[in-house]
């Protein structure tokens, strides 16, 4: 498209809207590296203090490993489920197609409060009670709409005459998938991977209602600590969760480009 | 083809995520409709009892009207950035974009966290105002609809802002131009050509701010009141402080219906395929 000059008033607003979404991030990292007792702003003086009561207090490092735990095992369990479903969605012709669709959208769809309850509500009527199991299945509910999305896009994105030649010259269908496909799509995979890693690293509402005193991840925590009161600590663990959220952009982004430098 | 014609195969790839979602997501969510309307015996007294409690009805009210304000607040804010995005060169219109990915995949908690801290009576904006002698006694916002409306705008200002961009970066600026020459005015042009073939983008963009709001609870539950609870609030209060799981399944089923009505007009007139094909 040819670019074309907007006006001082629309460019007035835009410069409106971008600081409106990014002084609040900015704003949490110098909080974080006060040195005083209080939220304070501008810092009075510079230190990593909170960072260390964080590094060194056993709870948030145990609800880190949690967290970690948690969302590796989703992301395992997300990500194979949905490869299986994205290889039958996009290569072939199956019956109720708009049908699948719609039930694997679904829990991105249904509020996750909802999710939440009728899960809960579920896990005590066959006794699985709450904990870490039912957490990682809740979180697997939902990293599958978000694995399928990109997976489906990858493939797309794969000619499907490669994977005819392999078949035609002799490779069974599942060497010619692993042969074939599967480093095609890896980088999609990988994506994938990262931002169901991210939807359960991050998931509060759930993570909330299937808690046990034991199994508090991150997010869970940070809840408690910010209905009892607004300290730096909370700046810090939030400034690791941005420093998180943004390692995984980049790194999703470097692997699109490499996809796309291959395609 | 990688699969065979015949229909087994891609069932059978489909067969693991399918019954996943149905033992774990599908079947607990028809238990708890029926759980809204059983007890054991078919009853519809939780939807009586929301129905003849005023208190109730507010609830829904206000989950409308905050909905509907965060819906306009990110339409208001989004437009004017997302027009100001598709008239750039594509390389700094992607610089730039970066501003609007990050706080996207930031956690909901975290960007929440940090307007309670903006917003707080001892909170930034405060100490500012304050120091510069604006305000003589902090300013209440915190614990407001107001607070609620503008943390709600921020989260979802960003999936606003990406629905209209990719609407308006397909149009075509030579139909401007061509409007332009004709002898329209630069405001004309923009309000008569522009605005229209960007409606797509604005449907898609508010319904899916619509349905995304009207069942947060993060950020209201944060930083709202009881006086302007939300309908996902009052759900999480039946279920962990009343224990009354049939009147929190009744109220989740109506939240669930609002939801699905908005999503089928999403799906008409956005189309349900768009989010699985030609994203990325």
């Given at each position: 498209m040819k670019p074309r000059q907007t006006g001082?008033?629309?460019?007035?607003?835009?410069?409106?809207?971008?600081?409106?979404?990014?002084?609040?991030?900015?704003?949490?990292?110098?909080?974080?590296?006060?040195?005083?007792?209080?939220?304070?702003?501008?810092?009075?003086?510079?230190?990593?203090?909170?960072?260390?009561?964080?590094?060194?207090?056993?709870?948030?490092?145990?609800?880190?490993?949690?967290?970690?735990?948690?969302?590796?095992?989703?992301?395992?369990?997300?990500?194979?489920?949905?490869?299986?479903a994205a290889v039958a969605l996009v290569r072939?012709?199956?019956?109720?197609?708009?049908?699948?669709?719609?039930?694997?959208?679904?829990?991105?769809?249904?509020?996750?409060?909802?999710?939440?309850?009728?899960?809960?509500?579920?896990?005590?009527?066959?006794?699985?009670?709450?904990?870490?199991?039912?957490?990682?299945?809740?979180?697997?509910?939902?990293?599958?709409?978000?694995?399928?999305?990109?997976?489906?896009?990858?493939?797309?994105?794969?000619?499907?005459?490669?994977?005819?030649?392999?078949?035609?010259?002799?490779?069974?269908?599942?060497?010619?998938?692993?042969?074939?496909?599967?480093?095609?799509?890896?980088?999609?995979?990988?994506?994938?991977?990262?931002?169901?890693?991210?939807?359960?690293?991050?998931?509060?509402?759930?993570?909330?209602?299937?808690?046990?005193?034991?199994?508090?991840?991150?997010?869970?925590?940070?809840?408690?600590?910010?209905?009892?009161?607004?300290?730096?600590?909370?700046?810090?663990?939030?400034?690791?969760?941005?420093?998180?959220?943004?390692?995984?952009?980049?790194?999703?982004?470097?692997?699109?480009?490499?996809?796309?430098?291959?395609? | 083809?990688?699969?065979?014609?015949?229909?087994?195969?891609?069932?059978?790839?489909?067969?693991?995520?399918?019954?996943?979602?149905?033992?774990?997501?599908?079947?607990?969510?028809?238990?708890?409709?029926?759980?809204?309307?059983?007890?054991?015996?078919?009853?519809?007294?939780?939807?009586?009892?929301?129905?003849?409690?005023?208190?109730?009805?507010?609830?829904?009210?206000?989950?409308?009207?905050?909905?509907?304000?965060?819906?306009?607040?990110?339409?208001?804010?989004?437009?004017?950035?997302?027009?100001?995005?598709?008239?750039?060169?594509?390389?700094?219109?992607?610089?730039?974009?970066?501003?609007?990915?990050?706080?996207?995949?930031?956690?909901?908690?975290?960007?929440?966290?940090?307007?309670?801290?903006?917003?707080?009576?001892?909170?930034?904006?405060?100490?500012?105002?304050?120091?510069?002698?604006?305000?003589?006694?902090?300013?209440?916002?915190?614990?407001?609809?107001?607070?609620?409306?503008?943390?709600?705008?921020?989260?979802?200002?960003?999936?606003?802002?990406?629905?209209?961009?990719?609407?308006?970066?397909?149009?075509?600026?030579?139909?401007?131009?061509?409007?332009?020459?004709?002898?329209?005015?630069?405001?004309?042009?923009?309000?008569?050509?522009?605005?229209?073939?960007?409606?797509?983008?604005?449907?898609?963009?508010?319904?899916?701010?619509?349905?995304?709001?009207?069942?947060?609870?993060?950020?209201?539950?944060?930083?709202?009141?009881?006086?302007?609870?939300?309908?996902?609030?009052?759900?999480?209060?039946?279920?962990?402080?009343?224990?009354?799981?049939?009147?929190?399944?009744?109220?989740?089923?109506?939240?669930?219906?609002?939801?699905?009505?908005?999503?089928?007009?999403?799906?008409?007139?956005?189309?349900?395929?768009?989010?699985?094909?030609?994203?990325?």
């Amino acid at each position: 498209m040819k670019p074309r000059q907007t006006g001082w008033f629309v460019k007035l607003c835009a410069f409106f809207a971008l600081t409106y979404l990014t002084v609040p991030i900015l704003v949490i990292i110098p909080l974080a590296i006060n040195s005083s007792d209080y939220l304070r702003f501008p810092p009075q003086g510079i230190s990593l203090r909170w960072f260390m009561t964080v590094l060194e207090s056993s709870a948030w490092m145990g609800s880190a490993a949690v967290s970690l735990q948690i969302a590796l095992t989703s992301t395992l369990l997300g990500v194979s489920l949905s490869m299986l479903a994205a290889v039958a969605l996009v290569r072939a012709r199956i019956r109720f197609k708009q049908a699948v669709y719609a039930l694997i959208l679904l829990p991105m769809i249904v509020p996750n409060i909802i999710s939440a309850i009728a899960m809960f509500f579920f896990f005590a009527d066959i006794q699985l009670g709450s904990g870490s199991l039912a957490i990682i299945i809740g979180h697997t509910v939902l990293a599958v709409p978000v694995s399928v999305i990109i997976l489906c896009a990858t493939l797309q994105g794969v000619d499907s005459r490669l994977e005819s030649a392999a078949l035609s010259l002799g490779a069974d269908r599942f060497t010619a998938f692993r042969r074939i496909t599967l480093p095609l799509i890896a980088p999609g995979i990988a994506s994938a991977a990262i931002f169901a890693f991210l939807s359960s690293f991050d998931e509060l509402v759930i993570a909330l209602f299937m808690a046990s005193p034991s199994t508090q991840t991150l997010p869970v925590r940070i809840w408690n600590a910010v209905l009892f009161q607004l300290d730096p600590t909370i700046a810090a663990v939030s400034t690791l969760l941005i420093l998180v959220s943004a390692l995984c952009l980049v790194a999703a982004n470097t692997l699109s480009m490499r996809f796309k430098a291959r395609m | 083809m990688i699969l065979s014609r015949k229909a087994v195969g891609p069932w059978l790839l489909l067969t693991p995520a399918l019954l996943f979602l149905c033992i774990f997501f599908v079947y607990p969510l028809c238990n708890m409709l029926a759980r809204s309307a059983f007890d054991p015996a078919p009853t519809l007294r939780h939807y009586t009892r929301l129905i003849n409690e005023p208190a109730y009805l507010r609830v829904l009210l206000t989950t409308f009207e905050i909905s509907l304000s965060v819906t306009l607040s990110a339409l208001v804010i989004g437009y004017p950035l997302a027009y100001f995005l598709s008239q750039l060169k594509l390389r700094t219109a992607n610089f730039l974009m970066v501003l609007v990915i990050v706080p996207y995949f930031t956690s909901v908690l975290v960007r929440t966290y940090a307007w309670m801290v903006l917003l707080g009576t001892e909170g930034i904006l405060n100490q500012v105002l304050l120091g510069l002698g604006l305000v003589t006694r902090p300013l209440a916002i915190m614990f407001s609809r107001t607070s609620v409306v503008i943390g709600m705008t921020y989260i979802l200002l960003p999936y606003m802002v990406l629905a209209l961009y990719s609407v308006m970066r397909g149009i075509d600026t030579h139909l401007l131009h061509a409007a332009e020459s004709l002898g329209a005015g630069r405001i004309r042009a923009f309000w008569r050509v522009f605005v229209p073939l960007s409606m797509p983008g604005v449907a898609a963009g508010g319904l899916l701010v619509a349905i995304l709001s009207i069942g947060f609870f993060i950020t209201p539950a944060l930083m709202g009141n009881q006086q302007d609870s939300m309908i996902s609030m009052l759900i999480e209060a039946q279920v962990e402080t009343y224990f009354d799981w049939g009147f929190a399944s009744a109220l989740a089923s109506i939240l669930l219906a609002c939801t699905l009505l908005l999503f089928l007009a999403y799906d008409r007139m956005v189309g349900l395929n768009r989010l699985f094909e030609a994203k990325q």
